[in-house]
């Protein structure tokens, strides 16, 4: 898979290239990373990237044609004009929010162009021509898209094949996160007894059976409290056995 992304701040993307489970990755060279600077593709002295919204108003907008300049290196490098080969996708608050079942579609692409705003946003024009998906990663607003595209590529580059080198670890979390549809359970490690908290004997029982029931029903536990809606998903989903509706019964009470 090969990402680009067009930022103003392309050294923010040393992050994900160098370390952890995204560097080995990358190191492996089972994904490549390339980040590119629209100031590069500038003409004018100044380097302008950014000028003056119409209408007025605070702040500035980026400039279009740097952006497309960018885009058509980064297409000639990638020997393609087609777009299901690598979208471009901008980082922004008004796009589809980011899920892992996202991240699963990008793992298993081909890659993607990422477009990081700075400023109050990009010119429309540009959007309208050569964006094909906008992605948000929450409702908030950050100083620029470069820390969503970090976290997606995060995010996708961790559920390729290899990248984590214990692909237990991957099944496990790819059973949390999109097939039990529930958040994740508590863990623990040694010492057993740490700041006079025992771990919960059932992780020491050996009992496989009795500690699959104990995680799943923290699950369901931890998913009612902070994510409600989560739990009525997997419901919807037929995903809640009668045993884990009796669990559930069993804290209202
Ligand atoms: N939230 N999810 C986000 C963002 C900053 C538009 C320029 C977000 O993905 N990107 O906040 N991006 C952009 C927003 C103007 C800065």
Known sequence: MRIDVISLFPDMFGVVRDSGVTGRAHNQGIWALHAWNPRDFTHDIHRTVDDRPYGGGPGMVMLAEPLKQTLQTIRTQRGTTSVDN???????PVGKRFDQSLAARLANSAGAIFVCGRYEGVDQRFI???????WSLGDFVLSGGEIAALAMIDAAVR???GALNH???????SFQ???SGLLDSPHYTRPELLWDQPVPPVLLSGNHASIARWRREQSLALT?????DLLEHARHLGLLTKSDEKFLDSLKT
Not at 167 to 173: E, H, N, R, T, V
């Open 167 to 173: 692909g237990d670890s991957s099944l496990q979390d």
């Open 224 to 228: 009612s409290k902070n994510r409600p």
């Open 128 to 134: 309208d021509g050569y964006v094909d998906e906008q």
């Open 159 to 161: 559920l390729m094949p």
């Open 86 to 92: 690598a979208p471009v996708i901008l980082l922004s």
């Open 177 to 179: 996160d999109s097939i």
